[in-house]
């Protein structure tokens, strides 16, 4: 976490400091929006700016917003004046915080800012073993691909590794790709000379040069224009950069991380991304399971979740009943563990009682979340299903995904399609399990002409 504060307030901010250092982050003092520019162009960034009210916040955002730096600011000021604090507010500050600073809101909103608290939390196998994977390549440099469905936690896992690697104590660089529009994002990376292109009032410091020494996280690199993926091959290959309108190339000492929501090679082959770069970056390849395809940690994530949003709110911490658990275990998941952790801080909130009861399990409109997407009729059969659910206790995931799978696929006549569309897995996923169960000598259901599906697929082969 990096802090820059802006401002002298006779000595005030010096006990801020020292609050933010004991709280492990590494600070840089700029008396005045000038110093801070400098600061922030020349390449030792900032996390968050801790900004006296008394200066002229809006023209600081102002000129943030002009060299396209973007950095979250707070303001702080020696009295509880509400007027000040929503001048603040309205002049782009993100909070207002009161001076003397109090050690645990200081703390607080470095934590939220630095977005550091967010846990590596697992119990499933499946997401075990990426762990395990992240743990062998983490003290090497590496190149690493992450991947995953959005959501998923590919951001997370980023700063896992880069915290156990040997640069851990060294920056930690994280730039959207997807999120900055293309003109600007070359500059981004890079950084450029003053009088680049219009708007380029001075020598700016690049993603890369910040990261020296450290880690760089390219997340979403797939929305990268194939044109700049060219210029960070080279970057990657011969550790150097040239800034935009510089003359002479300026060497790097980073480790790259990456992350995609996209299949990358059907991007390779689509001809959106260079096949070359998608080599050096995919040296390691940590591939995230969706949220769904990892059962045992939603009740773990939910957990983990409910604690720390009822200590966020100054609420208690309460457990969460079965049938709110039965609910979330039931549920598919499609915004994975983001659906999750917005799911379960809102229960947080309205649930009453001693417990996270299934009527605090709600979609963001209001509606159960176990009923919203069904029709009624569908809805009175999934609750008359609850009694066939007793039977399921004391098998394994495993035995009883494979059942549902076979007697759907029965169901469907053998309709592959139909069938996945049922299950809500992909085509792909079910013949991969049905070749599965088929090498077990399980017999599968014919696909419309008689031979097993898992023969006319070897005899395809």
Not at 26 to 42: D, F, I
Not at 235 to 246: C, H, N, S, T
Not at 271 to 285: A, I, K, M, P, S
């Amino acid at each position: 976490m990096r802090l820059l504060i802006v401002g002298t307030l006779k000595g005030q901010l010096t006990t801020a400091t020292k609050i933010a250092m004991d709280n492990g982050a590494s600070v840089t003092h700029a008396e005045a929006a000038e110093q801070a520019m400098n600061v922030l162009r020349g390449g030792k960034g900032a996390d968050l700016l801790l900004v006296d009210v008394g200066l002229d916040i809006r023209d600081l955002v102002m000129r943030l917003e002009a060299e396209h730096i973007h950095v979250p600011i707070v303001a702080c000021g020696i009295s509880n004046d509400a007027r000040a604090a929503v001048a603040a507010i309205h002049a782009g500050a993100k909070e207002y915080i009161p001076l003397p600073p109090d050690p645990e809101l200081i703390a607080a909103v470095l934590a939220a800012v630095a977005n550091d608290a967010r846990d590596l939390i697992y119990r499933d196998e499946a997401m075990g073993r990426v762990i395990k994977l992240a743990q062998q390549i983490a003290g090497s440099d590496a190149s690493v691909m992450i991947t995953g469905e959005s959501g998923t936690g590919k951001e997370v896992l980023a700063r896992y590794v880069h915290s156990r690697s040997a640069r851990a104590k060294r920056p930690f660089i994280s730039i959207n790709c997807a999120a900055i529009p293309e003109h600007l994002l070359e500059s981004e990376l890079f950084g450029h000379e003053k009088g680049a292109f219009t708007g380029a009032v001075a020598r700016r410091i690049g993603k890369f040069e910040e990261a020296t020494g450290g880690t760089l996280l390219l997340d979403e690199i797939s929305e990268m224009d194939v044109r700049l993926q060219s210029k960070l091959l080279r970057a990657i290959q011969e550790r150097v950069i040239d800034r935009v309108g510089g003359t002479k190339p300026v060497p790097v000492d980073i480790r790259i991380i990456a992350t995609s929501n996209r299949n990358l090679s059907e991007a390779v082959r689509e001809g959106t991304f260079r096949e070359d770069l998608l080599f050096r970056l995919n040296v390691v390849n940590l591939k995230i399971p969706p949220l769904r395809d990892r059962p045992a940690d939603i009740l773990e994530l939910a957990q983990h979740f409910a604690r720390k949003y009822a200590e966020a709110n100054g609420m208690p911490v309460r457990p969460i009943s079965t049938d709110a658990r039965r609910i979330l275990t039931a549920n598919r998941w499609q915004g994975n563990v983001r659906e999750l952790e917005n799911t379960i801080h809102r229960s947080v909130l309205i649930a009453q009682g001693d417990e996270i009861g299934a009527e605090a399990i709600l979609t963001p409109d209001g509606d159960r979340l176990d009923l919203a997407r069904t029709a009624p009729a569908v809805a009175h059969a999934t609750l008359a299903a609850e009694q066939v659910t007793r039977a399921l206790v004391g098998r394994t995931v495993a035995d009883v995904e494979r059942d549902l799978i076979l007697e759907t696929l029965k169901h469907c006549l053998g309709n592959r399609t139909h069938a996945a569309n049922i299950l809500g897995i992909s085509i792909r996923t079910l013949r991969n399990k049905l070749n599965e169960y088929a090498d077990g000598g399980i017999p599968i259901t014919p696909a419309g002409n008689g031979a097993p599906d898992y023969q006319r697929m070897a005899n395809a082969g």
